[in-house]
Every structure is written in C-alpha cells, then in structure tokens.
Nanobody, 116 residues
C-alpha cells in the first residue's frame, strides 16, 4: 500500500484557480494509475482525472479544458491544477493510486470550496 497526503485545498471565488498536491510515500514511477476523485455532499465519489503510467491523462467531461493532472516522479508527487473553478466543483478531493494488481490506496481528502 501507498500512503498519500494531499494539500492545497481551500476557499476560492468562481473563476479562480487552485493547485492540489498529493505526495506518495514511495516512488511513483511504477504505479499504474494515479489521479483524483471528488465527492460532493450527498453525491457519489466521481473520477476527476487519472494519469496512467504509460498513457495520456483522462479527464471527466465536466473538467476538460479547465483541470490538468501531472506527475512529477522525482518528487513522488501528483498535482491537479484547477482553473476557471465553478461552484459545482465544490467537493472533497481525494488522491488515489492503483497498482498492477488493482490494489487501491486513498489519501485523506482535501476540501475545495468555490463561492459564487
């Protein structure tokens, strides 16, 4: 298992930007998938963006063109750059990893609140 620690959440006005960070407890170079989910109050957890080890990132339709995910292997860190934020982006954001055996690890979550 991988320990994951997120940071960077907060309160921002609509149209603003935030960058979330997720630091892993070990080298991420070999991890099959890393990315971000989010969960808004009363809703199911949904995929925001995933970064496969050997392929291009994949984004939810609702964030395409606004969010960008990137891995920095040297820092064991994955980032989520969020631009043009909307009130509907308000949620707890969770970093995750999935390995080649489909074992999943989760971070503790970081709150993002977008005010209108």
């Amino acid at each position: 298992q991988v320990q994951l620690v997120e940071s960077g959440g907060g309160l921002v006005q609509a149209g603003g930007s935030l960058r979330l960070s997720c630091v892993a407890s070990r080298n991420i170079f070999t991890i099959a998938f890393m990315g971000w989910y989010r969960q808004a109050p009363g809703k199911q957890r949904e995929l925001v963006a995933t970064s496969p080890r050997l392929d291009s990132p994949v984004y939810a339709d609702s964030v395409k063109g606004r969010f960008s995910v990137s891995r920095v292997n040297a820092k064991n860190t994955i980032y989520l750059q969020m631009n043009s934020l909307k009130p509907e982006d308000t949620a707890v954001y969770y970093c995750y990893t999935k390995d080649d055996y489909d074992r999943v690890s989760w971070g503790q979550g970081t709150q993002v609140t977008v005010s209108s």
